[in-house]
């Protein structure tokens, strides 16, 4: 089976083009990353940010498409579910003695 180069859907920062080229190479996508960094640093920084843009509108999107997260819990099939997230209120600020604030 031959595996296609995708953007990753699951391993994002920015547009997860470089999670993608992670996953078809075969490696954790944190090297890729420091690696890239690495290279666009030491090429002046424009080619590999500018290389970068290219990658991310040439490289088709894995999976179809950007898809919610399972690990996002805000995100639900449903409408209105979000009252299952209410805070707490806040808690009240301590009261502090005023010749306490400086060490000076």
Do not use: C
């Not at 391993?11 to 080229?21: A, Q």
């Not at 992670?22 to 490696?27: L, M, P, R, S, Y």
């Not at 990353?33 to 999107?61: D, E, N, Q």
Request: net charge positive.
């Amino acid at each position: 089976m031959r595996k296609n180069l995708t953007k990753s859907p699951d391993n994002v920062v920015l547009t997860g083009t470089l999670g993608g080229i992670a996953e078809f190479i075969g490696i954790d996508a944190t090297i890729v990353r420091v690696v890239y960094v690495f290279l666009s640093l030491v090429t002046t920084g424009f080619p590999g940010v500018l290389l970068y843009i290219v990658m991310a509108l040439v490289i088709p999107s894995g999976k179809g498409g950007r898809r919610p997260s399972s690990r996002n819990p805000y995100h639900s099939g449903s409408k209105g579910s979000y009252k299952q997230f209410r805070q707490e209120p806040p808690k009240e600020a301590e009261k502090i003695d005023d010749d306490d604030w400086s060490d000076f």
